[in-house]
């Protein structure tokens, strides 16, 4: 079964601080992927980033950064220097190639509010 | 190129009645996914196609949910006989190949 926990519900912070958003994963392939999108109160999900099971290089665009360690199963993603239009609901997910339908398994999300 | 478009934005309905949404992928896109997704959670998978077969279906999809997507372009989910649960954001992605899903705007559901 595949599973993602996202633990931290909300976080608020000052504009111009840095915050991670923590991910951790469950899955027994050994072949998965893992994503981040955001949900702005428009609704529609923006993909971020895909990783694979595969490659554990940290990656960084602009002012987001992702680290992946299978070791603890997480795969954190940090907004450096923060800024108001950050503020969105934010997901992680899993796919993993069980059934071949490679469908997304999400967290209940992590609600960015960035304060002016 | 465009994105996956999703029609109606926002659709009301009474319980009882029966509702139809629309998604059109990205074009050439061979995989299209329906999910839902209630307030305070994350999406839910619902369904898939590869071209125009429907190839798995979750728990989630009761038999008043019906979801097709003829010659393999845009798809439709119609849900009959509305219930209160079934209030939620209908969130529809597509996919070449099985990787990268992106999404469409949703549709909300409201259901009195």
């Known amino acids: 079964a595949q599973k993602v926990t996202q633990a931290q519900t909300e976080i608020s912070v000052v504009e111009k601080e840095d915050v991670t958003l923590d991910c951790v994963y469950e899955t027994r392939d050994t072949t998965y992927y893992l994503f981040w999108y955001k949900q702005p109160p428009s609704g529609e999900l923006v993909f971020l980033i895909r990783r694979n099971s595969f490659d554990e290089q940290n990656e960084i665009s602009g002012r987001y950064s992702w680290n992946f360690q299978k070791s603890t199963s997480s795969f954190n993603f940090t907004i450096t220097a923060s800024q108001v239009v950050d503020s969105a609901v934010y997901f992680c997910a899993l796919s993993a190639d069980q059934t071949g339908a490679n469908n997304l398994f999400f967290g209940t999300g992590t609600r960015l509010t960035v304060i002016p | 190129d465009t994105g996956v478009s999703q029609d109606p934005r926002h659709k009301i309905t009474k319980r009882g009645q029966n509702v139809t949404f629309r998604c059109d992928p990205i074009s050439e896109h061979n995989r299209l996914y329906w999910y839902r997704q209630t307030l305070g959670q994350g999406p839910e998978f619902l369904t898939y196609?590869?071209?125009?077969?429907?190839?798995?279906k979750s728990r989630l999809l009761s038999d008043r949910f019906s979801a097709e997507r003829p010659k393999g372009s845009f798809s439709t989910l119609e849900i009959q006989r509305t219930e209160q649960g079934d209030s939620a954001m209908y969130l529809c992605?597509?996919?070449?190949?099985?990787?990268?899903?992106?999404f469409g705007p949703g549709t909300r559901l409201l259901v009195l």
């Open positions: 196609f590869q071209n125009e077969a429907q190839l798995e």
């Open positions: 992605a597509s996919t070449l190949g099985g990787e990268t899903q992106y």
